[in-house]
């Protein structure tokens, strides 16, 4: 079949369709994924529907879903997006997976966490760790690599709690749900890898985004304690003990140290050359004072904590990180936290 003349005026056309084609095709492939958000008053269910559909994730929220939200982001990764919701709505959030032998079981313990309820008879594998490198680094957790290493046991729960020691995420599963795995998992991304582990566990799982308000993180903080467990979680943006149940690296309810340490490490290899040094040298300080500090009675103890918090390189990554979430803050917000501050500072007078 004999193909037609074109012209030069046609071939043009052609040639401009072509690039217009290949533009429209790389605005779409750079955005993919990326969140824009202009909330002014708008109901925090809007802004969560709004981020799920750009981002292409599920957010779960303990909140009050018709709460007023400011914020501003434009063209955004998805964790900048969450990372500003959360700022500017008093709360927390975490990358989390729940795993379960079917569907409605691991539904339910959605439903529960949404109601702002405890998950009763759920474990929960998290480790958290200070900030390492750049404090103001936003990160999306779902691409946090996991190394995977053989499990002592070939058990979902043995691979979840080593996992635990390599990413951000954090790990629910039911207590008495803990069936073989026949191969590891390969390593990767934890949102590749562990899709990989619920298949070889035959369990079905949910990857969301946790939202957890202060009130919730109130109480979870109380349960901690009564755990013996670290407060925070050394979390200052990612949530907490949602929904309560878990590991905290803690073994047979005490804080395992191992396991924390192994958790920080696994955090400093994953800096770039140039940060890693400086990042295993404050950390081996750290563990050098933490050591020097266990067997102080209290009050020394205390006193030399205070020490701590009082050094100048301290404050100042105390106050880079205050600062970079301040930044995240709609006027609105700064003016309520600035009205807040001064309120309590009232109070204590």
Wanted: glycine content about 8%; hydrophobic content about 35%.
């Amino acid at each position: 079949m004999k193909l037609p003349k074109l012209s030069r005026a046609q071939w043009v056309l052609c040639v401009l369709l072509l690039v217009l084609t290949g533009e429209v095709a790389h605005y779409f492939w750079s955005h993919w994924g990326l969140v824009t958000a202009h909330a002014k008053g708008m109901p925090l269910s809007q802004v969560i529907r709004s981020i799920e559909k750009q981002g292409h994730v599920t957010i779960k929220t303990n909140m009050d879903m018709t709460k007023p939200v400011d914020m501003y982001v434009d063209s955004v990764p998805v964790a900048e997006a969450m990372e500003t919701l959360a700022v500017n709505t008093d709360s927390r959030w975490q990358l989390t997976y729940f795993l379960g032998p079917d569907k409605a079981t691991v539904s339910g313990a959605l439903a529960t966490v949404t109601a702002g309820q405890r998950n009763e008879g759920w474990r929960r594998f998290f480790i958290g760790t200070p900030p390492v490198g750049d404090p103001e680094a936003v990160i999306d957790p779902r691409q946090d690599p996991w190394v995977v290493k053989q499990a002592k046991e070939p058990t979902l729960q043995s691979y979840l709690q080593e996992a635990a020691k390599n990413v951000a995420a954090a790990f629910y599963v039911p207590d008495g749900f803990n069936p073989p795995v026949k191969s590891a998992p390969r390593s990767g991304a934890i949102s590749s890898s562990l899709p990989r582990l619920a298949s070889a566990a035959k369990a079905k799982y949910e990857e969301v985004f946790l939202l957890q308000g202060a009130s919730g993180r109130t109480a979870d903080r109380g349960d901690a304690n009564r755990r013996g467990g670290g407060g925070d979680d050394f979390e200052p943006r990612l949530a907490g003990n949602f929904g309560g149940g878990g590991d905290r690296g803690q073994r047979g309810g005490g804080f395992d140290r191992s396991a924390f340490e192994e958790r920080i490490q696994n955090e400093i290899n994953k800096l770039p050359p140039a940060e890693r040094a400086a990042a295993q040298q404050e950390h081996d300080e750290r563990k050098k004072f933490f050591d020097a500090i266990k067997d102080l009675p209290q009050d020394q103890k205390m006193a030399a904590m205070q020490q701590l918090m009082n050094d100048p390189n301290v404050q100042e990554k105390m106050d880079s990180a205050n600062n970079s979430r301040d930044a995240r803050r709609s006027p609105q917000a700064r003016i309520s936290r600035a009205g807040g501050y001064l309120s309590r500072k009232a109070s204590a007078k």
